[in-house]
């Protein structure tokens, strides 16, 4: 007998920048969310300073909230070089921090990169000239090999499901765009489109670009959402997040991430 599915709510959101004068600002945003979604996505830059105390905050506010929690880091939560401290601080709130790993929860399986700038399409940064240029563009090559590798092994799972892929950095440029040109090399990475291209996923969810657009896709029409906070509240509702619905066949409601 076949397995029935069931409708599976994913929130997705990123760029909270919370700060340590935030105590009491997120609690009913959590509240919402976790009334209408069966999962917490997070596309990156959850501290405003990269500092573990507002990692720490935002992890009292979300007391409460029973829905499983995944996501990945931006570049805020690395500024001060103490993004493994806040790692193990989301880790306290059971929040799957992903880095190149994949996890299943609810029968979705999750793959997650933080990615990194380096521009688009013909005028993507290639590696070539100085080492520091060099060092800039290899970045982008190893976070899209990490997602490679984490979507690989989700094509592991027994059995087919369906995948969701989750950064911080875009893939594509039409998310961006309302962000002024000179600084698109510093948004995102077609290095990062290169394993989407490969794998098929349901979604995939980004934030960073604050002026970008919210929707967009890829050649091949896959959706990809700007879930930057400001980019959501722009569209007026008055808890802003982004909520679609998947159809999964559910497993355990979390599982641990596989490196």
Request: glycine share 12%.
């Amino acid at each position: 007998m076949e397995t029935a599915k069931r409708t599976i709510r994913i929130a997705a959101i990123g760029d909270l920048h919370v700060r340590e004068t935030d105590r009491g600002k997120w609690k009913d945003y959590f509240s919402v969310i976790n009334k209408e979604a069966d999962i917490l996505v997070i596309a990156g830059d959850i501290t405003d300073t990269g500092d573990e105390d507002e990692a720490a905050l935002f992890v009292e506010e979300l007391k409460g909230s029973s829905i499983p929690l995944v996501g990945v880091l931006g570049n805020h939560d690395y500024e001060k070089g103490r993004h493994k401290i806040i790692k193990e601080v989301l880790q306290q709130a059971n929040m799957q921090v992903l880095d190149g790993e994949s996890t299943v929860i609810a029968g979705i399986g999750f793959a997650g990169i933080k990615g990194f700038g380096g521009g688009f399409g013909p005028r993507m940064l290639s590696r070539f000239g100085e080492d520091m240029m060099k060092s800039f563009v290899q970045e982008a090559v190893d976070e899209g090999l990490k997602l490679e590798r984490a979507l690989s092994r989700l094509g592991q799972h027994r059995g087919e499901i369906p995948k969701i892929a989750i950064m911080h950095y875009a893939p594509i440029p039409e998310t961006v765009e309302g962000e002024p040109l000179e600084i698109y090399p510093f948004l995102g990475s077609s290095r990062l489109l290169e394993p989407l291209q490969r794998t098929k996923v349901e979604a995939v969810f980004h934030g960073h670009a604050h002026m970008g657009k919210y929707e967009g896709q890829t050649p091949d029409g896959t959706k990809v959402w700007n879930v930057s906070l400001p980019i959501l509240a722009r569209l007026g509702k008055s808890v802003p997040f982004h909520l679609m619905e998947v159809e999964a066949i559910p497993e355990e409601p979390a599982g641990a991430p596989i490196k």
